[in-house]
């Protein structure tokens, strides 16, 4: 065989390349001689070849050559490459990205959250076998000891906390028998006394705790668990008082009444929260660029016009339901217009089908009020979602192995927070309150303003990382395990309690996607009802309002302070993302994802060293 390089000759022996296997073009030369030496009638597979080399006639069409000669160039490529070899190992070059690349599409770090835990795994360790050395003990058991007092004060409080938001189930029933035109009807007189009801419940309950002097362990638990129901009642109470006003302007539309009258108007018309949307007559959202195609457009301006209700047309409308939200004594009076009557027999059609659409569930299985029992509000309660409805999807059986792995994982959490705050962070402010405290009593006014602000800023620095930590630990033991643990027990479907807010860019991002129950909560109790009287801008600043209160209530009942540092920090959330949306910083993903993240850990450890120590 004649030698493709020239010989190399060292002590007697030739030494020659590895013979190379024949070229694409060679493989390709033989199966076209192979196949024009077979003689193989029309329509007939050689058993020669067992099918996969077929030949083609010479006045076969051109399609058939060209699949023909596709499939011998595509066979000749994989024996290529199967038969490539070469002397020296190559490596394939290609164009990629690294998976940390802003513009790369790899989304698992699952690797990363394991080493996440192997991380904590062995700063837990570690801190046991300091405290062994230093005092013979693993732990120092000063937070430790706070879970055990007065317990059962917690257990009865908490009991008869949750069985006292149970008063909105028969509240509701009285409120939906009330006569149609009566004061407690939902719209007047229900509404009103389910707001003075929650307020006086959220009014106790935080009380209770100062009351019976709580450790702050258990007072963040009762109080934590104070809003997740208060939220809860909220929906429950005006979802159905919604689906309750619903119900009777169905009934009403049964009424064989002469058409135009009082009877045929509807009681309220429902707000809704798009922009480009509005209500129409009947109370159903319409939208503004339907033209002729939207049947109650040209019925306010000219009643005696013709309205188009082709079925395509009505299709249309009917495939977009109203989307419910909280209703307002404010549409009263759009009630009493008779521009807001229905009447059309067509219009009175489509909002009798809107209507009963309405009252089922989205699973088309559970209608109002057949949702009004004990059992479906007591399966409500225990539901990892604040938002009501009628019915939920569910996974057909529970996982006692997802289970018993997210509990386990509840208690190494507490666990871990409990080490990291009595370590990291109890220390810390400890120290940094002593010398506070010696500062103010032996220097002078400006002496003691410096010296303040420099322990106060020495006192964050060492504080950023354990509360990073505990933030972290926080989010996975709420919306994780918690939260998985009781999707598990009722077997809840939607699973989804949070979102890739890690990635945020801006505080609104953030807000949406690093608690979706409280997310979805607020868009829809109170971003969707005050967006129709305030607007957009308006709407957001009031969600925005409301947050921020709530989350100083928290901090103000547990360290017993009232301060109002968290409630400006979250305001001041506003104008932030103002700012990150011009034009100078908006698209800028990495800067703005550090800007968060340097945000977000600052401001932890800040509003805990202000609140304890000022």
Not at 495 to 524: C, G, K, Q
Request: net charge neutral; hydrophobic share 45%.
């Amino acid at each position: 065989m004649a030698t493709t390089a020239t010989d190399i000759v060292g002590n007697g022996d030739i030494v020659r390349p590895r013979p190379r296997k024949g070229a694409v073009h060679t493989i390709l030369k033989q199966e076209s001689a192979a196949d024009s030496n077979l003689s193989i009638p029309d329509s007939t597979t050689s058993a020669a070849t067992s099918g996969r080399s077929t030949p083609v006639p010479e006045n076969a069409p051109p399609s058939t050559k060209s699949i023909s000669s596709a499939r011998k160039n595509l066979r000749a490529e994989q024996r290529e490459q199967h038969h490539r070899r070469r002397i020296f190992p190559t490596v394939d070059f290609a164009s990629r990205l690294s998976h940390f690349d802003p513009d790369s599409d790899y989304r698992d770090f699952h690797g990363f959250f394991n080493l996440f835990w192997i991380g904590l795994a062995i700063m837990g360790i570690t801190t046991m076998l300091r405290h062994m050395k230093d005092t013979g003990y693993p732990f120092t058991f000063e937070i430790w000891s706070l879970f055990t007092v007065k317990l059962w004060h917690l257990a009865v409080a908490d009991f008869l906390m949750v069985a006292s938001t149970a008063v909105s189930l028969p509240l509701h029933r009285f409120f939906r028998n009330a006569p149609q035109d009566g004061v407690w009807i939902w719209r007047r007189g229900g509404m009103a006394l389910q707001s003075v009801y929650q307020a006086a419940w959220l009014a106790v309950w935080v009380a209770v705790p100062f009351w019976l002097e709580w450790t702050w362990t258990s007072q963040v638990f009762l109080l934590l668990h104070t809003m997740v129901l208060l939220m809860k009642m909220h929906s429950y109470a005006f979802y159905n008082g919604h689906l309750s006003e619903t119900e009777k302007r169905l009934r009403r539309l049964d009424k064989p009444t002469e058409r135009g009258t009082k009877d045929r108007s509807p009681p309220y018309i429902y707000p809704v929260a798009a922009a480009n949307r509005r209500s129409s007559k009947a109370g159903i959202a319409v939208d503004l660029v339907g033209g002729e195609e939207d049947i109650h457009q040209n019925h306010a301006t000219d009643s005696s016009k013709p309205t188009p209700t082709s079925p395509g047309r009505r299709a249309k409308s009917k495939s977009a339901p109203p989307v419910p939200v909280e209703v307002t004594n404010a549409a009263d009076a759009d009630a009493k217009d008779p521009a807001h009557e229905c009447d059309s027999d067509d219009e009175i059609e489509l909002l009798r089908d809107a209507l009963a659409r309405e009252l089922t569930s989205p699973m088309g299985n559970v209608t109002y009020p057949r949702n009004l029992t004990w059992a479906n509000y007591f399966d409500y309660l225990l539901c990892p979602t604040l938002c009501y409805e009628i019915e939920y999807p569910r996974m057909p059986t529970i996982n006692w192995t997802s289970l018993i792995s997210k509990i386990v994982a509840v208690f190494g959490c507490i666990f871990l927070l409990t080490i990291t705050s009595e370590d990291f962070i109890l220390p810390v402010l400890v120290d940094a309150e002593s010398r506070l405290a010696s500062i103010q009593v032996s220097a002078t006014a400006a002496q003691s303003l410096s010296e303040t602000l420099l322990i106060l800023a020495e006192t964050i620095s060492w504080l950023l990382f354990p509360f990073m930590l505990t933030f972290l630990l926080v989010f996975l033991v709420i919306f994780e395990y918690v939260l998985g643990a009781m999707a598990e027990i009722t077997r809840f479907a939607d699973r989804r309690f949070y979102s890739d807010w890690w990635n945020s860019t801006d505080w609104m991002e953030f807000s949406r996607e690093w608690n979706i129950p409280v997310h979805a909560f607020l868009r829809r109790h109170v971003y969707s009802a005050s967006r129709p009287f305030t607007g957009r801008t308006g709407a957001t600043a009031i969600t925005f309002l409301i947050s921020a209160v709530g989350h100083e209530i928290v901090m103000a009942c547990i360290t017993k302070k009232l301060r109002g540092y968290g409630f400006i920090c979250q305001m001041l959330q506003l104008p932030i993302v103002m700012l990150q949306r011009t034009k100078w910083v908006r698209g800028r993903r990495i800067l703005n994802n550090v800007c968060f993240w340097c945000s977000m850990i600052m401001g932890l450890s800040l509003i805990c060293a202000l609140y304890v120590l000022l």
